[in-house]
């Protein structure tokens, strides 16, 4: 089951996921998660809406390899950011959903 936080930023919510050990940058390695998608687990899910505007939308994924590394995914939330990475982890999320 996948934890969903609430806090109070976007720095906030990757400093306590580094604290939890999830330490590498998935957004700079980003082709690891492309090129196997079956290798990963998303762990933390945390979403952060500005108050006003619609771009400070984002979401911080934390993500676990079948060989323990563990680390963050930062996305915009709006249609024109969600690189393929993105849409990789959306589809992850939403399979374990349905299970």
Same mark, same amino acid.
């Given at each position: 089951?996948?934890?969903?936080y609430n /806090?109070?930023?976007? !720095?906030?919510?990757?400093? =306590? =996921? +580094? #604290?939890?050990?999830? #330490?590498y940058d &998935?957004?700079? %390695? $980003?082709?690891? *998660?492309?090129? %196997? @998608?079956?290798? &990963? #687990?998303?762990?933390?899910i /945390?979403?952060? #809406?500005?108050?006003?505007? @619609?771009?400070? $939308?984002? !979401?911080? /994924?934390g993500?676990?390899?079948?060989?323990?590394? +563990?680390?963050? /995914?930062?996305t915009? &939330?709006?249609? %024109?950011?969600?690189?393929e990475?993105?849409? *990789?982890l959306?589809? *992850?999320?939403? +399979?374990? %959903?349905?299970?």
């Amino acid at each position: 089951m996948k934890k969903i936080y609430n /806090y109070a930023t976007v !720095i906030e919510a990757l400093k =306590l =996921l +580094k #604290e939890k050990g999830f #330490e590498y940058d &998935f957004n700079i %390695n $980003e082709q690891e *998660i492309i090129d %196997n @998608p079956s290798d &990963f #687990e998303i762990k933390h899910i /945390y979403r952060y #809406e500005g108050n006003t505007n @619609p771009d400070d $939308e984002s !979401i911080v /994924y934390g993500i676990q390899s079948k060989s323990d590394k +563990k680390g963050v /995914y930062v996305t915009g &939330f709006s249609a %024109n950011s969600i690189s393929e990475a993105a849409r *990789i982890l959306i589809d *992850i999320t939403i +399979k374990d %959903n349905l299970k």
